[in-house]
């Protein structure tokens, strides 16, 4: 696709409309989409009713966005507090006006040219937590950006991207950490590749690895071939901090 062009229909304003006032940390609340799959509990799924079998054939589009930007588009919108906020290729991101689809602010940091990608130039989404939003960058690094004027509050490097890693994936926070992953070059290794985490207040963005409890021989993203962490994609077993 060369081009996005976002269509929001009128029974899916009702996601914005219902509750204008909505937190961002009322993650179980119908009115808004906190995270990547919904909410902390991974839903996917919203109670708001006003789209059924009786009404789906009176939706029309309210308004379209259209970004310029070449590539893929496979994020996962977050809408609370009024506001929508996507992401989309080659590290660029944008802050909508839920209701007019007018734009607040935008991002963009321009990715290495070498970066390893196997799947295109593509993200996944935002993570929120109060006043702070977070997402990946291709050349593997994690930032925090300020919900209201996207400022760039901080930014961690997860892994090395002349190594081969990259990051694509939407975030996830739990309690005072940013989850998130890495796949690397070889799709073998990057099933097993270690999630990151980073303290969410943490200007620095510090950041600490995990390993898979079941497979001790699964070090700094490389798993040896044949093991568990390998041949179980998505299955990563109990996490545990790496002690090195």
């Keep these: 696709m060369k081009l996005l062009v976002m269509g929001i229909l009128a029974g899916a304003m009702a996601l914005a409309q219902s ?17 990547y799959g919904k909410n902390s509990f991974g839903w996917r799924y919203s109670e708001l009713d006003q789209i059924n079998t009786k009404t789906v054939s009176r939706l029309a589009p309210q308004w379209m966005y259209q970004t310029n930007v070449p590539g893929k588009n496979e994020t996962t919108p977050l809408v609370f507090d009024g506001m929508m906020y996507i992401t989309g290729p080659s590290n660029n991101a944008w ?4 209701l007019t689809g007018r734009p607040i602010w935008s991002y963009r940091k321009a990715p290495p040219a070498n970066v390893d990608l196997c799947c295109g130039p593509v993200n996944r989404g935002f993570a929120v937590h109060g ?6 960058d291709l050349q593997g690094t994690l930032v925090a950006l300020d919900a209201k004027s996207g400022a760039v509050l901080w930014e961690a490097t997860l892994d090395d991207y002349k190594k081969g890693y990259s990051a694509t994936a939407a975030p996830l926070v739990v309690k005072n950490l940013v989850v998130t992953g890495m796949p690397a070059r070889s799709m073998a290794r990057a099933v097993s590749l270690m999630p990151t985490m980073s303290k969410l207040g943490n ?3 510090a950041s600490t690895r995990w390993q898979p409890r079941a497979n001790r021989m699964v070090r700094a993203g490389q798993a040896t071939p044949g093991s568990a962490a390998e041949a179980r994609p998505g299955l990563p077993g109990p996490m545990i901090p790496d002690s090195t």
Aim: neutral net charge; charged residues 15%.
């Design 203 to 205: 200007a620095s963005g």
């Design 19 to 35: 509750d204008p006032s909505a937190s961002a940390s009322a993650s179980t609340s119908p009115s808004t989409w906190t995270s």
């Design 131 to 136: 006043n702070k939003l977070f997402k990946v």
């Design 95 to 98: 802050a909508l006006d839920a």
